[in-house]
């Protein structure tokens, strides 16, 4: 999916001798004028530079009070595309099929854009799992290449929980959620409660969960479940955080607990989003956000696209559940929070929307919801 916009650009006739792009690029920098695109060629008797500005008029009146040598402005056509192998190519084909010429093209990422900038919140993953024991600093170092700016880290029990709370306390870019998975839901005693409890009070835990239901693998007896995550969904409530809430075959009875104890207030996400369209409007509803993850990218997504495209922007955001759960290129792979960037892209393209601008959409969502 791309989006099609026209932006003024400018050329710049100068000299043509070393340092010429550097000098008038670098008093672009020092006032503060930022571009989208640039190109130096000969030109004449000297070069000339494309320059187009993210604000023309802050260029115009900098080339003015420089005395540059300006043509222009015209109108040039960016398209917000795919950052992926072969976009390039298949807008030149495009253009040909139509008998549209054209004399230049260039491409790059938009300003804060682009698949690899995108400014992306990975809000479920589980560092602390042993998938990740022995590489962990490789992960979180692809994560801040591919744009992942923040990473939530979610305790399954009492020990996990600890360990999520320890790496949020290294990690700047992480935080952690703190609580009992419902497939450990039989330990869910009145000690390990109180534990979790404890742990939701240390610096950087800013939510409890991951918690909830699971009725297809039902790991637990359903009773149990349905205790541990009322008594979760309570603390949540007590400690004014978020809840972390994981449902799979289980939306009416989750649904059911979330609404009687009513955790508005603080809200909360519904991790690896499942259900359909009424589902996600409950969801909502509730006060809880909805968080799509590696599902979405498959060839049979069910009811995930539909999803994508009816969840108001401000009420969505994605993540990797990693190591579980990959998106479609990396099945069968351990999952790791950089590829949160295919599914990021993924949602975008469904909701036709550029996933630069989608993308801090819904990090600015974590951030709201946690406080950060
Ligand atoms: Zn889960
Ligand atoms: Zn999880």
């Known amino acids: 999916m791309e989006t099609v916009r026209t932006a003024d650009y400018f050329y710049v006739m100068v000299p043509d001798k070393p340092g010429e792009g550097a000098r008038i690029l670098g008093e672009l920098k020092r006032a503060g004028v930022n571009l989208v695109a640039y190109s130096g060629f000969p030109s004449g008797r000297g070069a000339q530079l494309d320059l187009v500005p993210t604000d023309p008029a802050a260029f115009k009146a900098l080339a003015k009070e420089k005395k540059w040598k300006v043509k222009g402005p015209k109108r040039t056509f960016l398209i917000d595309g795919d950052d992926r192998l072969g976009a390039c190519a298949d807008v ?25 900038a995108a ?25 801040r290449a591919a744009g992942v700016q923040r990473i939530l880290t979610n305790g399954t029990d009492v020990p996990t929980s600890r360990a999520a709370a320890a790496i949020a306390s290294r990690e700047p870019d992480v935080w952690a959620a703190v609580g009992i998975h419902p497939h450990e839901s039989a330990e869910a005693d009145d000690a390990a409660l109180a534990e979790i409890e404890r742990l939701a009070g240390k610096p950087r835990v800013v939510a409890i969960g991951e918690t909830g239901l699971d009725f297809f693998r039902n790991l637990a007896p359903r009773d149990v479940q349905e205790r541990a995550f009322r008594s979760q969904l309570a ?39 499942s259900g359909d369209v009424g589902i996600a409007r409950r969801c909502l509803d ?33 993540e990797t559940d990693c190591p579980f759960l ?47």
């Open 286 to 318: 509730l006060g809880l956000l909805v968080s799509l993850a590696g599902p979405v990218t498959y060839p049979k997504p069910g009811a995930l696209p539909e999803v994508a495209r009816f969840v108001p922007g401000d009420r969505l955001v994605v």
């Open 92 to 116: 030149l084909a495009r253009l040909a099929a139509a008998k549209i010429n054209v004399t230049a093209m260039d491409a790059g990422a938009p300003p804060g854009g682009g698949r690899y």
């Open 119 to 143: 400014n992306l919140f990975d809000t479920h993953a589980h560092l602390h799992f042993p998938e990740f024991a022995g590489d962990l600093d490789l992960v979180l170092e692809r994560a």
């Open 235 to 273: 603390l949540a409530r007590r400690t004014r955080k978020p809840v972390l809430v994981h449902c799979r075959e289980a939306h009416e009875e989750a649904l059911r607990l979330i609404a009687e104890v009513d955790v508005r207030e603080a809200g909360g996400i519904m991790h690896c989003f």
């Open 326 to 372: 990959p998106p479609q290129p990396y099945r069968g792979k351990r999952n790791e929070p950089a590829y949160l960037a295919i599914t990021a892209a993924r949602v975008a393209e469904l909701r036709g929307e550029p996933l630069a601008e989608l993308a801090a959409r819904m990090s600015e969502n974590g951030r709201a919801l946690f406080s950060l």
